[in-house]
């Protein structure tokens, strides 16, 4: 039988404890042997974004706990813009015979008519869906991650409030200590 891997991508900036409670409920939910976090290098929508390798960094961090997750830098490897499309080539041919899974979140379904060739992508790796809060789907039944916004951990990083609740203390504590937020606007 061949391996089944789970590929969840994103932005990551900063990883937070809704990315780490949907990769845990993939594992304990979803038919896997593993999950492979991939930051995306450059966002394709030309969005702003810390570092790429504090982004790598602070993923290992967030999902340190977790057992069959690794963290994956193959974006770093692939031209710019970063494409969905393209990461799931990538990883299809460096893992022969693996059936790939793309985990998605509920929020994101109203954006993947402006990805490059959806239907492309959900015929090399069918999608899981892990719904957010806020963005039920008719019918679901999987319980609904807390919305978690990225944008409020960053603005919460950079005025000193406390993002308890929100991010793994060991990712506040790289992002506060290497300054990643300190002054950086979310606008480009």
Not at 68 to 79: H, M, N, Q
Not at 111 to 126: C, V, Y
């Amino acid at each position: 039988m061949s391996e089944s891997i789970a590929v969840y991508g994103g932005s990551f900036d900063p990883p937070h404890v809704a990315h780490t409670l949907l990769v845990a409920y993939v594992l304990a939910t979803a038919d896997v042997d593993r999950v492979l976090v991939v930051p995306t290098a450059t966002h394709p929508f030309a969005k702003r974004l810390c570092g790429f390798e504090d982004r790598v960094r602070m993923c290992e961090l967030a999902m340190a706990d977790l057992q069959r997750v690794r963290i994956s830098t193959i974006e770093g490897e692939l031209p710019a813009p970063s494409l969905t499309l393209r990461t799931l080539e990538a990883l299809a041919a460096r893992h022969t015979g693996a059936s790939l899974r793309l985990v998605l979140g509920s929020d994101l379904l109203l954006e993947t008519a402006k990805w490059h060739n959806f239907s492309r992508i959900e015929a090399l790796a069918k999608p899981i869906i892990v719904e957010r809060q806020g963005y039920e789907r008719p019918g679901a039944t999987a319980p609904a991650l807390p919305n978690v916004s990225s944008t409020e951990v960053r603005r919460r990083l950079r005025s000193g409030e406390s993002t308890q609740g929100l991010l793994a203390p060991r990712v506040a504590e790289y992002a506060i200590a290497h300054q990643l937020y300190s002054t950086r606007g979310d606008e480009p």
